[in-house]
């Protein structure tokens, strides 16, 4: 996403709360979802051009693919959000509703997911690259701040100081749920489930091995 507004470029990376902070920038521009194209957040349907939806460009493509000249991207101030990675693979899982187990989806489908869908715009394969691919250009970040998911609040609440002069809410936008029935008709109340539930010492281990400099770079752990 790009605000030239505000000098600001926001790398989004696919299940780390995107909707959510390009929608509090539509608020602060006084622009409605359906009006987001302005800040570079549409359909692609040419491979040449990027990801299926331009708003999961990467940080080296915004240059790369004419979308800024290097030289508003030394200036303008850049940021983007990560998160944990088995976590966001959850929801990855949860959000695309996929047909079969979510062991299959770790072991099978992750591993050969390579390519993305520009026919209906679905980023198959951007929504499961590791996140540094995203920021980082050998050993180089491309961003001045690097938030988290997990202190979304916090972390957004200084990035909004700088961009916007004064403190944004973040509206929520694009939640995945899935809940535990068996939980709520035992407690009464309504109940996530943890992402640890969803995995096994298997698919731990491919995780942590296939999102090690993810893991690394963003200091995340198997909690």
């Not at 035992?186 to 942590?208: C, H, M, R």
Request: hydrophobic share 30%.
């Amino acid at each position: 996403m790009i605000s030239h507004q505000h000098r600001c470029i926001f790398v989004h990376i696919p299940k780390v709360a995107g909707q959510s902070i390009e929608s509090a920038f539509l608020n602060e521009l006084s622009l409605t979802w359906e009006e987001r194209a302005p800040l570079l957040l549409k359909k692609n349907s040419n491979p040449k051009k990027g990801p299926p939806r331009l708003a999961h460009l990467t940080a080296s493509e915004y240059v790369q693919l004419g979308y800024i000249t290097p030289e508003q991207f030394h200036d303008y101030y850049k940021f983007s959000f990560v998160r944990n990675p088995w976590s966001r693979l959850v929801s990855e899982y949860t959000y695309k509703q996929h047909p079969f187990s979510f062991k299959h989806f770790v072991l099978d489908y992750l591993p050969s997911c390579d390519s993305d869908d520009y026919q209906n715009h679905i980023g198959n394969l951007r929504h499961l690259v590791p996140q540094h691919c995203f920021l980082y250009e050998g050993n180089d970040c491309l961003v001045d701040t690097v938030g988290k998911f997990e202190n979304l609040m916090n972390d957004f609440e200084t990035i909004s100081q700088r961009v916007f002069g004064h403190v944004v809410d973040l509206p929520y936008r694009n939640k995945t749920t899935k809940r535990h029935p068996l939980l709520e008709k035992l407690i009464g109340k309504k109940v996530k489930p943890s992402y640890q539930s969803y995995f096994d010492n298997e698919t731990t281990e491919f995780v942590a091995d296939f999102y090690k400099r993810d893991i690394e770079l963003f200091k995340y752990q198997f909690e």
